[in-house]
Each structure stands twice: as C-alpha cells, then as structure tokens.
C-alpha cells in the first residue's frame, strides 16, 4: 500500500490540459500499478435502485443479470396499453461531458426486446446507432439480429414499426447500414454503424476505432434534429462505455483543449452498472485520445492531392524536415512492439530455419497457419502475416520469398488460404538462396516436395510484368488429413511478377507499371474470387509494404473520396512494424496514389 499512497498525488484533480496530457500517459507507463489506482477510484461502487429492472416481467429482457440500468436514469418507453412494464427496456440515459443527455446505452437486443429497440429508436429520435458487437462471438450469440439481411424486403420485429435495408457498405473493420423506418405513415431514415473488429475482453486497434468514429460523426451531421446517439454491444457497459468515454473526450478535446478521463469515467460508472469493463479498457481510452493528439488529422478530399503533395515536401526552415519526414516520424514512433513471446511459433527450434532473418518473425496471432503437411512431422509455420486492406480484413498476405527446404510450404499457404493471386515483387534469377518456386517458362508442371504438383495453364508477357495461371494439384500424404477423408480439390492462382523494379532499387522505374498490375490483379479478383493476395518480396518487409498501403489508401479514394496515406501506413504495420520500411517508401505510396488518381480515378 505504501507505494500506492505514494501514486495518490498523481492522479488527475481535474481536468487535464492537452499539453499535459502526453506527461500524464508517460506516468501510466512508468508506473504500472497508477493506472489501475485511478480505475479503482473511478469506478467505486455506485449504488442506485434497479427496482423496474429486477421486475420479474422483465427479468428475459436483460441479457445478463448484473448488467442492468439504474431507476433514475433508465430509458422509459411509451407503455402499450394492456402490457404491464412495456415501458422497460435495458438501456440508460447518458449525459456526455459538453451535451447532457447526449448518449443512450443500451443492451444489444436480444429474441425478447427486438421490438422495444426499435421502439427505443423510434420514441427517442435517433437516426443513428453505433454497434460495437459482431452478432456471433465464437459460439455465443452476443446480440440478436435486429435488422434486415436483403435490400428491400421489409420486416416487422414484433412490433407496429417497418424496418427496411436501403443500403450496405462492408468495409474491413465496420460496416454501414441505412435503413427506413415507417410508422403508420412517417417515416424516417436511420444510419447504422456497425464495428466489428473489438472481440470481448481485447482491445481494437486504436487508429482503426478513431477511423470509425469519424465516419460516426459525419454522419450525425446529416441529421440536424437528431436524438441522443444510441450505442451498445453485448451488455451495453464494457465496450459501449469505453467508446462513449473516448468519444465524449475527443469532443472535449476539440472544443476545450483538455482531456478528463479519470472524471468522466467516475460519471459513467454512477450512470449505468459496468461502463468501461475494467483497467485495460480504460488504459486504451487514453492510448486512443495519444492516438488522435500525436496524428491530428490525417486525410483530406482528394480534390487536393496535388497541391497537398506540394506542400508536403517543402522543407519546414525551423526543423529542417518536410511533412513526409515529420508524418513518418509519427508513425515510427506509435508502431506495435512484439516480444518473442508474441512470436513464439517461428522463434520454436523446429521452425527456426524457416525464417530468412530472426528480426522478422511474424506474431502468431496475426501468422497464416497451414493445415496442408508435407509429412507426418511437419509444422503449420510458415514466415507470414496477414494484413488488412480498406475493404476487407486479412486482404493481404505478406511472406519472404521461399527457401529451398520451405517452397513446398509456399504452396501450402497458397492452397490452404486460398490465394488466387500472388504478387512477386522482386525479380531474382534462380539460385540456391532464392530459388525458382514455381514452374519456369520451358516446364508444362512441376513438383515441389510430396504434396503439390503446379501445372501451368497459361503465360503472358507485357511491358514490365509477366503472369501466369496455375492449376494446384494437391496429393495427401499426412495421416491427420488421410484420417479426416478431406478431398484435395485443385484449386487456380494467378501468378504476377513485376520486371521494371531492379534488386537494389528503393521503387521501380515505372510507377505506371506498378499501378497497372494493381488493377489486373483486381480485374482477375472480381472474376475469380476475392482470396487474399500473396505478396513476395526477397525479405518480406521491403515492396510488399508499399503494395499494401497503396492498395488501402486507393480504395479509400474509391469509396470515400478521401485520402489518408498516414492511416493506410499505420494499418499495414500493425502486424509487421518493419513494413514501409523507410521514408522513400513511405513517399512512394503517395506517388503511387496520385498516378492511381490522374489516370483512372472517375475513368472506370
């Protein structure tokens, strides 16, 4: 306890001054126990009646017994006459820290109270919802479908209120819904944005949730009269409040310069049972609020990319660097750190001689496994990581180019995952360090180890890139697959190896080129199907970094008219820090884009 009364001085008496706020974030981590004396604090047992939730009418209403709104601050519905406590639903009335009144958290719907959410909805004004669950977690229903799965077909969900689908864009960690609402003869439209990367009891990935929560607030402006912003998860506490917290704060931030984490929390908690889960959830409320004060704001309308580019590379005359610089610095400087621990499979003796370097060790949560054995004894490693595009998670797949002993696993990882497209984006003649791993241009097929046979079906040669399609053979030879009478189907990959980007050279000689063979590789994608693309490099961290970001920072053009090449270099290094591996890459991808804008944006 002693050196906990020693901490006591140290947390915040009120609200704190962004300029301070960086300090205060340092002494959570110099301290390791502070804070969880501040959550502690915060979250001191508030107790008010929950006499309308512990009704036994109501008792299949809550999801979970303990997660429960209190009396004073629940939301009362409009009783439907004959139906004793209709008027309950579980979901409270929160105040954010500028806008009373601002929020309402509520429990995801379950079979029972499908149509007292959209009662909710409809009775309070919302036009938006925020759900932070997937509706499956594992096995466990998290949250009931609420609303409908096909554009256009109406659906009622036990009550008087029309639910229709208007639109849906998937994305790779959320997907927005719009819907119509009809009550007799009103009708309204509501948005629907629906984050799915945040699993229970983990933390999202903070640029990705800041991302999010933008397009969150774009949104809220299309609705001037809107009512208070609805979110929930499973139980409407752990998730719902963390989000609420960070994003109450950024509106603080934003419009008085100050941040009040340990405060808000402390209202949260005597609002409604459980709001921020426990002290990893609330350390990644002030690692998001970091997040968002050391980026600032990262993307603008591509309408001004070419004189933005100039801008960025003018020399600031004070610290002698330009906005490239300075922007890469930051990314640097916020990349993920993984011990061995992280990356225990590949730092194991059996796969040791599988990794070209020790330094780019993939994490296993983020690794591909393979499931297709060479032999009785062999692993599932392989050097790999997934990463995700704009579009859709794990997109991409990133790998070193394959040793003598590990092409057979190559194509394990292309069979087992999938990977109809694989983009090699060094050209190394054949040698025994880097050798040929798939069938040259004289061979009709060939064998690579016990289980696969590559066949060639077709070859084409254009200015600086090559390709060819394969057909996959696959013999099973492992007893576990024997065993489980799985069918070995051949299965086609397209092969594309860029000719114009010379070992030894930071980017290609045409950035044409590149851009190119991006859209053939999405032209062969929309015929064939969207596996993740296998991307090649001698190392695995040098090019293919460049392909990814570039490929993210294009689909947000695509889709939002936006561009944000800062956030695309944060995303495709969360699972590799070393990718985009120095500032000329870095500086490419912006050049990459901009080739993408001036020559086929708006053209397709």
């Not at 579980?90 to 079979?111: M, R, T, V, W």
């Not at 790779?172 to 009103?186: D, H, S």
């Not at 998670?393 to 194509?411: A, G, L, N, R, Y």
């Not at 990718?579 to 397709?604: A, F, G, Q």
Request: aromatic share 10%; charged share 25%.
């Amino acid at each position: 306890m002693h050196e906990d009364a020693k901490l006591m001085p140290l947390i915040p008496k009120g609200a704190i001054e962004s300029s301070n706020f960086l300090k205060h974030l340092a002494l959570l981590r110099k301290y390791e126990v502070l804070a969880k004396i501040e959550f502690q604090i915060a979250t001191k047992g508030e107790n008010h009646s929950t006499r309308h939730a512990t009704k036994e009418a109501n008792e299949l209403k809550n999801s979970y017994k303990k997660m429960i709104p209190y009396d004073y601050n629940r939301v009362v519905l409009e009783a439907l006459p004959g139906v004793p406590d209709s008027d309950y639903i579980n979901a409270s009335h929160i105040d954010g820290i500028l806008k009373p009144n601002a929020y309402i958290a509520a429990q995801g719907p379950n079979e029972h109270t499908l149509g007292d959410f959209w009662r909710l909805v409809w009775e309070q004004n919302s036009h938006v919802i925020v759900m932070l669950t997937k509706v499956f977690d594992f096995i466990r229903v998290m949250c009931d479908r609420y609303w409908p799965l096909d554009v256009d077909h109406p659906e009622f969900y036990g009550g008087e209120i029309e639910v229709i689908l208007l639109s849906e864009t998937t994305l790779a960690n959320y997907n927005i819904r719009t819907m119509q609402l009809k009550k007799g003869e009103e009708v309204r439209k509501v948005s629907h944005l629906h984050y799915v990367a945040w699993p229970t009891h983990t933390n999202p990935f903070a640029c990705a949730l800041l991302d999010f929560r933008r397009r969150v607030k774009s949104y809220i402006a299309l609705y001037p009269n809107n009512g208070p912003l609805i979110v929930h998860c499973s139980d409407g506490c752990g998730r719902t409040g963390a989000y609420i917290c960070l994003d109450s704060n950024l509106d603080l931030a934003e419009e008085d310069g100050v941040y009040d984490v340990f405060g808000y929390t402390k209202s949260l908690r005597s609002a409604r049972r459980g709001m921020v889960e426990d002290v990893n959830q609330y350390r990644f409320i002030y690692e998001a609020l970091e997040e968002s004060l050391i980026s600032g704001q990262t993307w603008f309308p591509v309408s001004q990319i070419s004189q933005r580019l100039k801008h960025k590379s003018q020399k600031n005359p004070i610290t002698r660097q330009n906005e490239y610089q300075r922007e890469y610095e930051k990314i640097s400087n916020t990349s993920a750190k993984f011990t061995i621990g992280d990356r225990a499979g590949g730092h194991r003796l059996e796969n040791r001689d599988k990794n070209r370097t020790i330094s780019t060790v993939p994490p296993d949560n983020f690794r591909p496994y393979l499931s297709s054995f060479q032999s009785n004894d062999s692993t599932d490693y392989i050097n790999a990581v997934f990463v995700d595009g704009y579009l859709r998670s794990k997109e991409f797949i990133v790998t070193e180019w394959p040793m003598t002993h590990t092409v057979p696993d190559f194509w394990s990882l292309v069979y087992d995952h999938d990977c109809n497209s694989i983009v090699v984006l060094s050209d190394h003649p054949p040698s025994s360090n880097y050798p040929q791993f798939y069938p040259s241009e004289k061979e009709k097929s060939k064998k690579f180890g016990p289980v696969f046979t590559i066949e060639t079906v077709s070859h084409s040669t254009l200015p600086n890139i090559k390709s060819w399609i394969f057909r996959i053979l696959k013999k099973v030879v492992s007893l576990t697959e024997l065993m489980s009478g799985v069918k070995a189907e051949p299965k086609t990959t397209q092969l594309f190896l860029i000719t114009c980007w010379p070992l030894g050279h930071k980017v290609p000689t045409s950035t044409n080129s590149l851009v190119e063979l991006m859209n053939m590789v999405e032209r062969w994608r929309q015929r064939t199907s969207f596996g993740p693309v296998l991307l090649v490099s001698s190392n695995g961290r040098a090019r293919v970094g460049v392909y990814c970001a570039a490929s993210i920072a294009i689909e947000q053009a695509i889709e939002h008219e936006e561009v944000d090449v800062f956030t695309a270099a944060k995303v495709v290094r969360r699972h590799r820090p070393q990718l985009v591996e120095n500032i000329t890459e870095y500086k490419y991808c912006y050049d990459l884009l901009l080739n993408y804008i001036m020559n086929y944006h708006h053209k397709e």
